[in-house]
């Protein structure tokens, strides 16, 4: 794997996680408590022996540059690197990034100067534990130009992503994106072609792009340079391409999920408490996934009721109930309050005492979660200070609101506290 470099993008301003984005990167958003979305790539590279990686973004990166700094560093006898790469301006290219085929075009000169033969373009915002190495040793088998990692779907799902038709050597001859109908029954294959078995072919008879690519170093170059209006690799460069390009399909039939929205988010979250087994897990010591390393202390807990939850690391829970919900670290919820099926993103850093028992009005909601407090259905990001005696209950279910000054939204029928709201004492949500 020396001789691949990956590409991870970092994606726009990640409007449909928003506020999650308000403040940060899309990769750089907390997951499960203690990590975020772009250690999943990143990992997935590390456990591939792939050490050439780079991050291509453009908005709210300063979060996003200070967790990797702080924690993908390698010895300096290895020339293995995680870098940035911020949209930047040049003489041939005043403008922001376009697209995805875009991003990587400007940065053309520098990827040039990797002695590699293939280029691993990946997503900053999917969770899922994938092994590079078979995708790309399937990649070399076939002498394709590009292979597209693809899932293999159901009737149900299929029509929300773009789909493809394969022949019996598992080369990419159509494309459509999103079909329905009678168009949706057209991109039928069968998937035995690239391993299932009869009966997951019968069950899951197409096959979606998962936004994963393996690129001959040639072929990129030409494809981006001769195609100077196209801006998009799933839309527009590889299938324009497919027809004088051996594109390939490789398939993963694992977890995948495309975490874009709110939602989404959300549910792949609270998934992860699932019992006995969770349909992700980050206790693979095979394929660990990596994160900043804290000198945190053990979580406290007293006198609390909890079910079905992670906690994440340096937390003080004081005589509360927890059910069905991820704790982020550093969190603080004090006695009488009940979190349910939420979210809670935790804190940058504990607050000294004598600040948190501080008469001062800007300082009477201490960071955390006050005494008799509840929360269901919720995402609280970091350092939100939420008083005592509050409901965050969505009281009257509503489904989308913007109270930005109020220290929240509603997306998807989700509270979405802001990261640094403060929430008075009293306050129903």
Known sequence: ?????????????????????????????????????????????????????????????????????????????????????????????????????????????????????????????????????????????????????????????????????????GRVVDFSEKPKGDALRQMQVDTTVLGLTAEEAIAKPYIASMGIYVFKKEVLFDLLRNATEQTDFGKEIIPNCAKDHNVQAYLFNGYWEDIGTIRSFYDANLALTTQPHPPFSFYDEKAPIYTRGRSLPPSKLLDCTITESMIGEGCILKACQIHHSVLGIRSRVESGSVIQDSLLMGADYYQPFTERKSDAPSD??????????????????????????????????????????????????????????????????
């Open 1 to 169: 794997m020396k001789r691949v470099l990956a590409i991870i993008l970092g994606g726009g301003a990640g409007t449909r996680l928003y506020p999650l984005t308000k403040l940060r990167a899309k990769p750089a958003v907390p997951l499960a408590g203690k990590y975020r979305l772009i250690d999943i790539p990143v990992s997935n590279c590390i456990n591939s022996d792939i050490y050439k990686i780079y991050i291509l973004t453009q908005f709210n990166s300063a979060s996003l540059n200070r967790h990797i700094s702080r924690t993908y560093s390698f010895s300096g006898f290895h020339e293995g690197f995680v870098e940035i790469l911020a949209a930047q301006q040049t003489p041939e290219n005043p403008n922001w990034f376009q697209g995805t085929a875009d991003a990587v075009r400007q940065y053309l000169w520098m990827f040039n100067e990797s002695d590699v033969d293939e280029y691993l373009i990946l997503s900053g915002d999917h969770l899922y534990r994938m092994d590079y190495c078979d995708f790309i040793q399937r990649h070399r088998e076939t002498n394709a130009d590009i292979t597209i990692s693809v899932l293999p779907m159901d009737d149900a799902r299929a029509s929300d992503f773009g789909l493809m038709k394969i022949n019996q050597s």
């Open 364 to 429: 009477k909601v201490p960071i955390g979660i006050g005494a008799n407090t509840t929360i269901r259905s919720a995402i609280v990001d970091k350092n939100a200070r939420i008083g005592s005696n509050v409901k965050i209950i969505n009281k009257d279910g509503v489904e989308e609101a913007a109270r930005e000054e109020m220290g929240f939204h509603i997306r998807n029928g989700i509270v979405v506290v802001l990261k640094n709201a403060v929430i008075e004492d009293g306050t129903v949500i």
